[in-house]
């Protein structure tokens, strides 16, 4: 039996290492038809019997470089029948793409090609999708992140394993890939924009660490690696304690929002109070992209003058301290912005469309039965003590109400804060009024001015649904 190659030994290390494959599983690998993605192809295909496993391969033809861009395409369908492994290969126009969405041509590739390799995997049923990712695009990352300003986690770098995403040469040097080649006879495809030091991965991998191993530390490369898999391990210790530590302190959940506990928020060390609102991020959000330093240092901030408040961030992201509650969710502006007014038709039905709620009215003579109701969504008052029209709004800032059994009038603005309502929802709570003021906060407060007494001769009820 042919021994297997050093690459090829360091490859299924990897694989058991992160336990990247199970028997019997297709792996979908994405082959670009450079060095690094032929490599993977044909070590894999060199291993598939042993570790039964079937491979697919997909290519994204991103249109960036004309016929260059085809020849890489045709040389992924042919290297692909020669070892008898299926193929899918797509064109796409990521050019136009990057135009029309104002997107730079490296961030609109990325897009694209994820979502052609998530696409391809479902449609052949893979169960994993394998990536061409070395210890030196490890190296590059890592770099990549620290000159942006990053913290452990990015200094880790590419994860080995993210989800359905495996990459089994994460541990191979370049040195390697290019030894591998060279016996092999493969004769991979030369992006030729690679070799251009345009972009910040090339300018890094062309000119800085070059320089570094020149003038610093001829071992440069080990000693980044060496840095990334002291920042994996802390980074994963430190977010399990997160996690444990965002369970222990989350009142609410939902797809929409993340409700904490301020004042558990406050017992765990600023570490985790920031991974705590990290993770929170990426619930609402799905990722963390345009989330930065100066974000979570900004919430920290607020948090620390123990003040209410409510802070904006990319993507529509709000975080609202109200009280003893932190509050992560997806904000809307045409929901901030809203702004109503409907007459209310006496006695008779309209909506609310703004909020997609109904008012319903009715006109009862007094018989000494009718109940009077108080609760959330009803109320009975006196028609004789309206002052016409009657209006169902947004509550307005400066709107006052005198509350039902006293003599003086509140501001709504101090009653939504004795209520604890936080400030993005006080817009979507209907508020009744006529032109003497307010009369009903629903479900929250009643005027003492309609309210019914043994001189009342009629009945309005009002009813929000």
Known sequence: ???????????????????????????????????DSVVLL???ASISSSLSIKLHAAHLNHSFRGEESDGDAEYVKELSEQLGIGFTIEKIDV?????????????????????????????????????????DDQIETSLINYIRGTGIDGLAGIPPVRNQIIRPLIDVRRKDIIKYIKQTGLAPRQDSSNLVPVYTRNRIRLELLPYLRKYFRSDIDESILHLTELSKEDSAYLNLEAEKALADIVIESSKNSVILDHNKFLEYPLS????????SIRK????????????????????GENKNFILNLPDNIDVEKMYDKLIVGISNDKQKEISYSHEIKIPGVI????????????????????????????????????????????????DRIQP????????????????????????????????????????IIMADFVKVTNSTKKYLQIRII
Not at 99 to 114: P, V
């Open 1 to 35: 039996m042919k021994p297997k190659s050093f690459l090829v030994e360091k490859m299924l290390a990897t694989i058991s290492n992160y336990q990247m494959i199970e028997c019997g599983q297709t792996i979908l690998v994405g082959v670009s038809g450079g060095h």
């Open 42 to 44: 044909h070590a894999l």
């Open 95 to 135: 050019p136009q793409y990057s135009k029309d969405l104002r997107l730079s041509h490296e961030e609109a590739a990325r897009i694209i090609r994820y979502e052609f390799l998530t696409k391809t995997a479902s449609s052949i049923g893979a169960n994993k999708i394998a990536l061409a990712h070395t210890a």
């Open 272 to 279: 985790i109070q920031r991974r705590i609102l990290r993770m």
């Open 284 to 303: 609402i959000k799905g990722n963390i992209k345009d989330i930065g330093y100066i974000h979570i240092h900004n919430i920290i901030k607020l948090i």
């Open 351 to 398: 909506e609310i469309t703004e909020l997609g709620l109904i008012v319903q009215s009715a006109v009862i003579d007094r018989d000494g039965s009718t109940e009077i109701s108080r609760n959330l969504d009803c109320i009975t008052i006196d028609i004789n003590k309206i002052n016409p029209p009657l209006v169902v709004r947004n509550w307005l800032p400066g």
């Open 404 to 443: 039902l059994g006293m003599s003086g009038s509140k501001k709504l603005q101090d009653v939504f804060s004795d209520k604890k309502i936080p400030m993005s929802n006080r817009k979507h709570i209907p508020v009744v009024a006529d032109q003497s003021g307010v009369i009903w906060v629903a479900g």
